[in-house]
């Protein structure tokens, strides 16, 4: 850290040596400050009265602590008013619960939704740090992996900014998914510390705690009531985050929850007793349940635990729901149970908060009293469901034998819906009687018998929804089919959105800058459709020389993390090239890497004079394998591979770098998205639900390569087609291609083949690519038959990839397709997905802190 010192090498006033934090800033509690003095003075009373270090530092670490707490001291301020004027308007409010929310770095997001940043960038001016250095200090929350975690935190920033009464619920994780790091065998899996030293952001609820059972069994009363006893009970304990609107009052809670066992569970006779572990077993078990996000199912004990997971999160929502409803009174006196949907809408985020369903029987029934169908009047018309997947092993099926051990009695309310929803078929609809070995909750198949999620939550929600007009198509057509003709109504489609203030306005400051001056006005940052007005700039040559130089500017950022995190220069003159998302076999990162090795055998075979003509491209790959999912990490280790040989090609290397970037994440994302110039979603169409990076690769100007899948299909109509390099089946003709396929028909294309062939020659090293080549080889069969199509698109792949290289080549007509690509992402913002959401299935209005 920066000091001056005198001749005599003395510290001289400014900045001290010996606390580190400057002298001339007073340790001032000023909770609610505006203007830099005061501000900096919050800070240096948060490093010294809130403190979490020995005294005496302030270095970047410090710094950024004691900034996240003089922001949060704004935003609890925001958040007691808020809360407080929900208390009192009492209006229908929406409980968003998910297994995954992605929330990236907080301190960008907070000072830019506050309007503070300039400010905040003074203070600590003053205090010797720069805003940009302190931000690099946080840790990204690791509480996601993907698209649907990451959704649900960009709807939650719509939720807050559109003033919407709602409240997030998800699990506190204490290592997330994994760290990703490279070994001799490709990726390695280590534990996310993001909490080894602590959150600034969460605030600990004590006064907030649900008891949670497993196990037990189910007592029957001579009334015929049904009661669950017995067995463990665990504490669920509340975790605030703050969630603020982009300039209004507006602060809403993502509320997770914590698993805790408590000092009367701990048998301090056994542990005096030298059992030290069978002392503390149950603060042991209740560790486990938040410790890792999806943790390994193969083995029963992984399975129960993942059920422990959902179900935790879910009784725990539900009953601080339920404390909350029943909190209100009317004039009358207490509130009629009828009352409560008009109340509470509970979205479910995917298939695993589906035990939320028979949760609200069970609390209804056996708690409160209800009968049957009062309690199931109630449930049906609280609960909406968003699809996120075709994908079967997506949609979750869990063992029954499971389900009757862990939650005995959420197994008899099923098997009565199940055994309700079966009779109304038969009285209402015989003509579907031959369906229902489908449609029905419980799967009886003898040798595995299992509860079918996706079913439980189209019989019991109100609403069912996918996340583009694609993907909603083929719920309606194809899964969901022959619910639609019992429910015509139920379903609806809510193309996914994405919050424009993190995904432009604060990771491309340059860009956003070049908007609002030709726009004239930031109207856009909350009325993203505006964006459609850059239209008319297009081939304007001023505004095509700024938004170029804006596009320079992120892309030499981005080269400049890419050699600090992975040692590789990258040339912000060549095309840059990415993908990064999960790495699976249906997002076919699998075929980005081989059209990257026919693409550097085609530049050995071509002579100095032809290579300068070609166009040089970056192609940057990255995301997560799962542990166990063996073929997605033998794809992250033929891009590592490839690259180590193509990056010191001394012939190549000019025209070609392939780059995986490693521990791909939210603040990642942040870096390369705004430096992108052409991204790769190229999923097998009819696989991807939606897709919500595309929506930010597109935002930021970057053209898109990719299938007629999910929201690719939208983002083509809104930008024109003609700025989207489009290749690859189309959904309603994959079936018929597998078919020909498993028939022998299929021809594959030369190039295919020789790309295969020459990672076969070991080229790229000793490792054994056989058994994920053969995977694309053979016509049927397991881990054969190429059930993802890689070797039929390839061909019109590598084609496409051949336009971009020309249309990359004219300079004036590139920036035009990049201005059109922002100019029509109008659409895509989360915004406006919310809107939908509140009006069509939630049925909430807005309530604003005055």
């Not at 609200?360 to 056996?366: G, T, V």
């Not at 139920?490 to 424009?500: E, L, M, Y």
């Not at 097998?684 to 007629?708: H, R, V, W, Y």
């Not at 004219?810 to 919310?834: E, H, P, V």
Request: aromatic fraction near 10%; proline fraction near 4%.
């Amino acid at each position: 850290m920066a000091t001056t010192a005198d001749a005599n090498g003395n510290a001289k006033s400014g900045l001290s040596a010996k606390s580190g934090i400057s002298a001339k800033v007073p340790a001032v509690a000023n909770p609610m400050a505006e203007e830099p003095d005061k501000i900096a003075s919050n800070i240096s009373y948060h490093a010294q009265y809130s403190p979490h270090f020995s005294p005496f530092k302030f270095e970047p670490e410090q710094a950024f602590y004691a900034t996240a707490e003089s922001v949060r001291d704004c935003l609890i301020q925001q958040w007691n008013e808020t809360y407080l004027h929900f208390h009192k308007s009492d209006p229908k409010q929406t409980y968003y619960l998910s297994m995954e929310f992605l929330q990236g770095r907080a301190l960008t997001n907070a000072v830019g939704n506050l309007d503070i940043q300039d400010a905040y960038a003074d203070a600590l001016n003053k205090l010797g740090h720069e805003l940009e250095e302190i931000v690099e200090q946080e840790k990204d929350a690791a509480l996601g992996n993907g698209g649907l975690g990451r959704l649900a935190s960009c709807f939650l920033d719509s939720m807050a900014t559109l003033n919407l009464p709602a409240w997030g619920y998800g699990l506190r994780y204490r290592y997330g998914l994994f760290k990703q790091r490279f070994g001799k065998e490709g990726q390695e899996e280590i534990a996310e510390d993001w909490l080894e030293k602590f959150s600034p952001w969460e605030v600990v609820r004590h006064d907030i705690v649900f008891p949670v059972r497993f196990f037990g069994h189910v007592e029957v009363h001579p009334t015929g009531s049904r009661k669950w006893v017995g067995g463990e009970v665990v504490q669920a304990l509340a975790y605030d985050v703050p969630i603020p609107g982009y300039k209004t009052k507006n602060t809403i809670s993502l509320r997770l929850w914590e698993a805790k066992a408590g000092a009367e569970d701990f048998n301090l006779f056994q542990f005096n007793d030298g059992q030290y572990e069978s002392a503390g077993q149950l603060h042991s078990r209740a560790q486990q349940i938040c410790a890792v996000l999806y943790p390994g199912d193969a083995t029963e004990s992984g399975k129960l635990l993942r059920l422990k997971q959902q179900f935790f999160l879910c009784s725990a929502s539900l009953q601080d729901i339920i404390f909350r409803f029943k909190e209100r009174k009317d004039g009358k006196g207490l509130r009629q149970w009828s009352e409560f949907p008009s109340k509470v809408a509970v979205q479910l985020n995917d298939t695993h908060p589906t035990l939320a369903i028979p949760e609200l029987m069970r609390l209804l029934m056996d708690d409160e009293g209800l009968g049957w169908d009062e309690a199931w009047d109630v449930t049906t018309r609280t609960f909406a469901y968003t699809n996120h997947t075709v994908l079967p092993e997506a949609l979750e099926k869990w063992s029954q034998a499971v389900m009757w051990k862990l939650l005995p009695r959420h197994m008899e309310i099923i098997e009565e819906i199940d055994h309700r929803f079966i009779a109304m078929i038969h009285s209402t609809q015989p003509e579907l009687e031959s369906k229902l070995s489908s449609m029905c909750i419980l799967d009886d198949n003898p040798q595995k018998p299992v509860v079918r999620m996706a079913n439980l939550c189209v019989v019991s929600s109100h609403t069912v929804n996918g996340v583009a007009q694609l993907h909603s198509d083929i719920l309606k057509s194809e899964l969901f089919a022959d619910y639609v003709s019992v429910w015509p109504n139920k379903f609806q489609n809510k193309t996914n959105g994405i919050t424009p203030r993190r995904w432009l306005r604060f990771c491309s400051p340059e860009l956003s800058h070049i908007i609002t001056k030709w726009l004239k006005t930031d109207q856009w940052v909350t009325d993203l459709d505006l964006l459609t007005d850059l239209r008319q700039f297009a081939d304007n040559a001023n505004f095509q020389a700024e938004w170029e130089s804006a596009k320079m500017a992120n892309k030499q950022r981005l080269a400049q993390y890419i050699l600090q995190v992975t040692g590789v220069s990258i040339d912000p003159n060549s095309l840059f090239d990415i993908q990064v998302k999960r790495i699976h076999e249906y997002k076919r990162q699998l075929l980005n890497i081989l059209g990257a090795v026919y693409r550097y055998m085609n530049l050995k075979a071509m002579s100095p004079e032809e290579r300068k003509k070609t166009t040089p491209r970056t192609i940057m790959i990255g995301g997560k394998a799962f542990a166990t999912y063996t073929n997605a990490k033998r794809i992250v280790k033929l891009v590592n591979d490839v690259g180590a040989v193509v990056n010191n090609d001394p012939d190549i290397n000019c025209y070609l770098k392939v780059v995986f970037v490693p521990n791909y994440n939210v603040s990642v994302a942040e870096k390369l998205i705004p430096g992108s110039e052409l991204s790769q979603h190229i999923s097998t169409a009819g696989m991807e639900a939606s897709g919500t990076s595309n929506m930010k690769f597109a935002l930021n100007g970057c053209l898109i390569i990719g299938t007629l899948d999910g929201a690719n299909v939208e983002i083509r109509e809104e930008i024109g087609e003609e700025n989207f390099f489009l290749f690859g089946a189309t959904a309603d003709e994959v079936p018929r291609l597998r078919k020909e396929r498993e028939n022998g028909l299929f021809k594959p294309d030369p190039r295919f083949e020789e790309a295969k062939q020459f990672i076969r020659s070991g080229v790229f090293g000793s490792y054994d690519y056989n058994p994920l080549l053969e995977s694309l080889e053979g016509n049927s069969g397991y881990g054969r038959g190429d059930y993802f199509l890689v070797g039929h698109d390839f061909p019109g792949y590598m084609d496409a990839q051949a336009r971009v290289d020309e249309a990359y080549k004219d300079r004036k007509r590139w920036i035009k397709m990049s201005i059109l690509s922002t100019a029509g992402s109008g659409k895509f913002s989360s915004d406006r997905t919310i809107s939908q959401y509140a009006k069509e299935i939630w049925k909430i209005e807005e309530c604003c802190v005055p």
